[in-house]
């Protein structure tokens, strides 16, 4: 069987084979809408195949792009990396996901591994709070982080205002008529979760962070969390602003197991709006991480740095939304 060739495609097509080049690595130029038709169409006709093993070897570029991430039980990372895989594959790249278990150490043996495999790019959802991407960055290999800004570095970032998040969350509590209310955070190394730390001050008003309770982002911690501060001091608050879907799970379980009713003793609002909030007792209402937009900016960013399209860094900073359903009182219909 005669192997098909780029230029059969470009044949095909009526194009350069340069253009079909641009069509597979996504640039490093652009490709008009009806070439890019073309291109597809004979790909599609003849069955092209691009040896990327053999793109490889001759010091090209891999067609791999690698997601750390610190916690893969947590909805709002596990819909971020389908959310990659899905804009990834659609570019013609393979994602190979880590998770660093919020380990440093471990992140950083995964970064090596990245590098080992010359992928053509990093997406780094840090458990530190100043990672070290030293190597990475040594070895000219695109980074992006994600959920963690970086303006002003030589570092490309894509995060959701966190600061803004946190303030539409209580702002909505509020306007349920919520007057003792209390935040569930996350931990204050965190660049993400200072951003939050500073939303619900700028809204509350209360600088001292006095009502503020802390906990990882997870389920257990949620609960824990809640679960000892109900103990200490009863239900002394009827609205209840979470960090994460994550811990909003776990405190809804807390909440339930000490006889408060949701939303009627205490109004719940987390931040994430993951799927698995709209699966929880009552629903969440949450402020929703457009997780869609964040992995196809990081992508982007990426294959823009990979084919040499851009060499600046670059910094996407997305607005959130808020979605209203029963854990507030406002219910599918509010």
Same mark, same amino acid.
């Given at each position: ?17 340069? /253009? ?5 690595? %996504? ?91 010359? /992928? ?6 840090? !458990?530190?709070?100043?990672? $070290? ?6 070895? %000219? ?8 800004? !970086? @303006? ?40 993400? /979760? ?21 906990? !990882?982002?997870?389920?257990?911690? %949620? ?35 000490? @006889?408060?009713?949701?939303?009627? $003793? ?31 900016? !990081? ?8 084919? %040499? ?19 507030? @009182? ?5």
């Amino acid at each position: 069987m005669t192997q098909v060739r780029r230029s059969d495609v470009a044949r095909a097509a009526g194009v350069s084979p340069a /253009v079909v080049s641009y069509v597979l690595n %996504g640039g490093p130029r652009p490709v008009s809408t009806r070439a890019r038709g073309g291109v597809e169409t004979g790909i599609a006709e003849l069955g092209y195949r691009p040896n990327k093993i053999a793109q490889a070897l001759r010091g090209t570029r891999t067609h791999s792009i690698a997601m750390l991430m610190p916690d893969h039980l947590n909805p709002h990372f596990a819909e971020l990396a389908q959310a990659m895989e899905d804009e990834a594959q659609r570019r013609g790249y393979v994602l190979i996901i880590g998770t660093a278990a919020n380990d440093v150490e471990r992140e950083q043996s995964y970064l090596r591994s990245f590098l080992d495999r010359q /992928v053509d790019g990093v997406v780094l959802i840090s !458990a530190a709070a100043d990672p $070290d991407v030293d190597e990475i960055e040594r070895a %000219g290999i695109p980074l992006v982080l994600l959920d963690r800004a !970086a @303006g002003g570095s030589s570092r490309s970032s894509v995060v959701t205002d966190n600061c803004a998040a946190a303030a539409l969350g209580v702002r909505h509590l509020q306007e349920h008529g919520c007057t003792r209310l209390r935040f569930l955070s996350g931990p204050a190394e965190l660049e993400p /979760v200072r951003d939050r730390d500073r939303g619900w001050s700028e809204r509350t008003g209360d600088a001292s962070l006095e009502r503020v309770w802390r906990s !990882a982002f997870s389920r257990e911690a %949620g609960y824990e969390a809640v679960r000892s501060a109900v103990a200490r001091s009863g239900i002394d608050f009827d609205g209840l602003f979470t960090a994460s879907d994550a811990q909003a799970i776990g405190a809804l379980k807390a909440l339930r197991e000490a @006889g408060a009713r949701v939303p009627e $003793d205490v109004a719940v609002v987390s931040l994430d709006g993951s799927e698995a909030s709209l699966y929880t007792l009552p629903t969440l209402t949450a402020v929703v991480q457009d997780v869609g937009r964040l992995a196809a900016d !990081a992508v982007e960013i990426l294959v823009a740095r990979a084919t %040499g399209v851009t060499t600046t860094p670059v910094h996407h900073i997305l607005q959130p939304s808020l979605r209203r359903m029963d854990s507030c @009182g406002c219910g599918t219909s509010g």
